[in-house]
């Protein structure tokens, strides 16, 4: 009698601080993390321009794409709505793909965003010709080929292209 | 009548308690979801900027050998230190030798730039990233569907 008694009495975990330890847990991981994943162009740049001397380019192999002070973008000095980018260098570059050179110009007031849009041109013209040349070879597009594959296409559409420095100052 | 209010009482007295035991599993769900989708915040950014937006952005990989520059108009930071466009270089090097060796070699510098900051600041500071040798980037921007 006595001993059952003692059985019975044996107290229970009190839970009910669990819930807020958990919320401060949550709470403490809300504040020191953060959600954005990082996402952008993947560009290579040259090494420093005194180490490699400048080679001559015949005329029509290079297409000059401008943007100037105001934004405003120019494809072989002739204006064209930044729409039309794309198409026009993916253009050039089926028309002379392993000789072509995209020259980029810019002025120091060009903003970023501008620059970025057209850089953003540029890559997809690529990725556009690549995939079509990947799905004609391989049958396969560009994003399902192994290494060696992925290679032979983009050695079949090399990125060529030149940066010169921006042009001083404002001048339109 | 009476009888009345004790019936009524009694009701009042009934009600039954929401019952609490799964509070705890909840919010520990809601825990674990946050911990497996998001990731430790390592830089504090102390300047305003908003990256421009593209339609061929692809993530970023290899985390660990990344080093971030944020710029505006004004001001660049590196990391999480700001500076200035005289020490970037510098800056540069110092960050790459905190790297281990495989990642030292295929570091990636994260430009993230405020969409509005003249391309003579982002020349200067790719400048001093060829002299720094750092020469694989990443312009930042977010994934649109299609840019006006």
Excluded: C, W
Excluded at chain 1, 128 to 134: G, M, P, T, V
Excluded at chain 2, 8 to 33: C, E, K, Q, W
Excluded at chain 2, 64 to 80: F, L
Excluded at chain 2, 100 to 107: D, I, K, P, T
């Amino acid at each position: 009698m006595f001993r059952r008694r003692r059985f019975e009495q044996i107290p229970e975990l009190n839970t009910s601080s669990t819930a807020d330890i958990s919320f401060m847990l949550l709470i403490f991981f809300l504040v020191t993390s953060s959600m954005d994943t990082d996402k952008g162009l993947l560009r290579q740049l040259p090494p420093l321009q005194e180490q490699q001397p400048p080679t001559d380019v015949r005329k029509d192999h290079v297409l000059q794409v401008t943007l100037d002070a105001h934004d405003q973008l120019a494809v072989d000095g002739i204006l064209i709505p930044p729409q039309q980018l794309r198409d026009q260098i993916a253009e050039f570059v089926a028309s002379d793909r392993t000789d072509h050179v995209i020259s980029i110009r810019t002025d120091r007031a060009t903003s970023y965003e501008a620059y970025f849009r057209m850089q953003n041109a540029i890559v997809a013209a690529y990725a556009q010709l690549r995939e079509a040349y990947s799905r004609e070879r391989f049958g396969r597009g560009y994003g399902e080929l192994v290494e060696e594959q992925r290679d032979e296409v983009n050695q079949y559409y090399p990125q060529r292209i030149s940066e010169s420095k921006p042009s001083e100052g404002g001048a339109s | 009548m009476r009888r009345m209010q004790s019936i009524f009482r009694r009701s009042s007295h009934d009600m039954p308690g929401l019952n609490l035991a799964s509070m705890p599993d909840l919010i520990f769900t809601v825990l674990f979801f946050f911990m497996i989708v998001t990731h430790m915040r390592h830089d504090d950014v102390k300047l305003r900027y908003q990256v421009p937006a593209g339609t061929e952005v692809q993530k970023l990989q290899q985390k660990s050998a990344v080093i971030n520059v944020y710029v505006n108009s004004s001001q660049i930071q590196v990391n999480n230190q700001l500076t200035d466009i005289d020490h970037l270089a510098g800056l540069i090097e110092a960050e790459r030798k905190k790297l281990s060796m495989e990642n030292a070699e295929r570091l990636t510098v994260s430009l993230k730039a405020d969409k509005h900051t003249p391309m003579g600041v982002i020349s200067d500071v790719k400048e001093a990233l060829q002299k720094s040798f750092a020469l694989r980037i990443n312009y930042s921007g977010t994934e649109a569907k299609e840019i006006q």
